[in-house]
């Protein structure tokens, strides 16, 4: 191993690598804390000509891969263990803006910030939409085919690009940087790598789709009495295609954000069971604020929602959104919590909160089952905080218990056990006992086609 890493310090530029435990620490962490990983080395090319070459001389000397992108992945598939790691973070030029075509081709390291900043510039909108925007980016979004708040009305990631330029493990580079909405000639094979997770090669930059740039953004939030009461809002509220948002947030995530996250306060006089917050995008503001209160007064009218807060400028909507953004980080103050990211067909998802949360109860008695996210694409994150006051090793070691148990009541409801944020390594063994044996097979015939020595990521999702 030694002298295969001398190897690769010996033939590529200075500037495409580091050997230095400080400087690659912070890249090993997940942000959860929950995967710490070891590394030889950190490759940095910055050149899709430098990609070529590492993986080239990785393959050579017998080193796997692990790519990374911002390290916001959720199910640890970019922390190394061992293997050596690949950062696409110098990758991370525009290489073109087309608002003609609507495409914005870019390098896989650029954040997803800076691809929404550059369209805005164009007067365009790049409409994929996260609390992380700001460190992931569009590779790891195109590898884990990432979600966020916008899938209601445009989609998940696969549904934003045109095609990608991946350097697959025999060095080759495919290139299917086009900005053709029409192509029939073949299997479509850019989409192979959207959701592989960095199994099937590094994907060096990508075109991507932009949209028309709404004139307005209508944001309010809803304080209600149920989910199921939400699913009929969810109905009630839709006008045309411009309801973009519809996130979920509990009470207990609501009291968490504003009692760990310093300037967070409920809008509301009173506290509700539940709280939606939701957007319009529509061309001016008084359309806006017109389409709100008529919808929200009707609402009220038919006992759909308790309150409602119309945001009245940028400000309060930013305000608005940043109680739903800080959910995360907010939970990491009630100690111990078991994290299931879950799909549920939408006239389901009430019945899974009644079942679901009878079921961890028992298992765990006085655990904090804590449902909240895209309601509107049927997305849930059921998140399970410990009993106030419990150890929390002790609670977090009936983490399989607690998945097995909700995975299971996912699976009876048609649901899907990863809605967004992958498989990567935690959920690798949930994929292969529940997922269905023709899937496997040819996720695993793939996975050999196109990576027969298994050089990259190698311990993920199959
Ligand atoms: C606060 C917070 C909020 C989040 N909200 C959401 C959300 O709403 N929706 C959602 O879907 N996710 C969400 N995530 C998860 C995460 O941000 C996404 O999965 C994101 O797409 C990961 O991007 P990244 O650049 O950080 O990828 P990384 O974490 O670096 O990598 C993720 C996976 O992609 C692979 N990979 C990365 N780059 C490449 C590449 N160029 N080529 C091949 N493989 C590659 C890695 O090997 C790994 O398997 C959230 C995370 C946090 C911390």
């Known amino acids: 191993m030694t002298d295969n ?11 495409c690598w580091t050997d230095d435990p400080d400087i690659i620490a912070p890249w090993l962490v997940e942000w959860r804390d929950k995967y710490q990983g070891q590394t030889p080395i950190m490759l940095m090319p910055g050149s899709t000509e430098d990609v070529v070459q590492c993986v080239n001389l990785c393959r050579e000397n017998e080193l796997k891969i692990v790519p990374q992108g911002g390290n916001t992945g959720l199910v640890g598939g970019q922390i190394p263990q061992g293997e050596v790691l690949l950062s696409t973070r110098r990758l991370n030029k525009i290489r073109d803006i087309n608002p003609v075509t609507n495409a914005l081709v ?54 934003l690009v045109f095609g990608v330029e991946a350097v697959l493990a025999n060095g080759d580079v495919y290139n299917g940087l086009t900005s053709l909405r029409k192509d029939n000639t073949g299997y479509d094979l850019s989409r192979l790598f959207l959701g592989a997770e960095g199994t099937l090669g590094i994907i060096t930059a990508a075109s991507l789709k932009l949209s028309p740039r709404p004139g307005h953004i209508q944001r309010v939030m809803v304080g209600l009495r149920s989910v199921a009461d939400a699913l ?44 939606v ?27 759909l929602i308790e309150d409602a807060v119309i945001a009245q400028n940028g400000t309060q909507a930013a305000e608005l ?21 879950i799909t549920i067909p939408l006239d389901l998802i009430p019945n899974f ?61 048609g649901g899907s056990i990863s809605a967004e944020h992958g498989i990567g390594i935690m959920k690798r063994e949930d994929l292969a006992n529940r997922a269905d044996p023709v899937k496997m097979a040819l996720l695993r015939q793939i996975k050999s086609a196109l990576d027969p020595t298994n050089l990259m990521n190698p311990r993920v999702m199959i």
Request: charged share 25%; net charge negative; with cysteine.
């Open 106 to 159: 870019v390098e896989s390291g650029a954040t997803l910030q800076s691809v929404q900043d550059s369209a805005e510039s164009v007067n365009r909108k790049f409409p994929l939409s996260l609390a992380s925007e700001g460190s992931c980016t569009i590779g790891g979004n195109l590898s884990t085919n990432a979600g966020g708040v916008h899938v209601l009305k445009y989609g998940t990631t696969k549904d």
């Open 5 to 15: 890493i001398a190897k690769l310090k010996e033939h590529l530029p200075r500037q």
């Open 321 to 341: 959104l940043a109680l739903r953004e800080h959910m995360s980080a907010a939970q990491k103050h009630s100690g111990g919590s078991v994290k299931l990211d």
């Open 232 to 275: 009929k809002l969810l109905d009630h509220c839709r006008s045309g295609d411009s309801l973009a948002m519809f996130e979920v947030i509990p009470k207990i995530g609501l009291d968490l954000v504003t009692t760990y996250i310093p300037g967070q306060s409920n809008p509301f006089v009173q506290d509700h069971a539940w709280y």
């Open 353 to 413: 909160f009644d079942i679901a949360d009878t079921a961890v109860l028992k298992i765990v008695p006085n655990c904090r089952p804590v449902g909240f996210g895209h309601l509107g694409d049927g997305n849930i994150h059921y998140n399970i905080a410990q009993p106030i006051g419990a150890d929390k090793a002790e609670f977090l070691s009936r983490w399989k218990d607690l998945s097995d148990c909700v995975f299971d009541i996912v699976d009876n409801l």
């Open 277 to 303: 917050l939701m957007d319009w995008e529509v061309e001016t503001e008084a359309e806006g604020q017109s389409l709100a209160e008529t919808k929200l007064a009707d609402a009220l009218d038919r006992s």
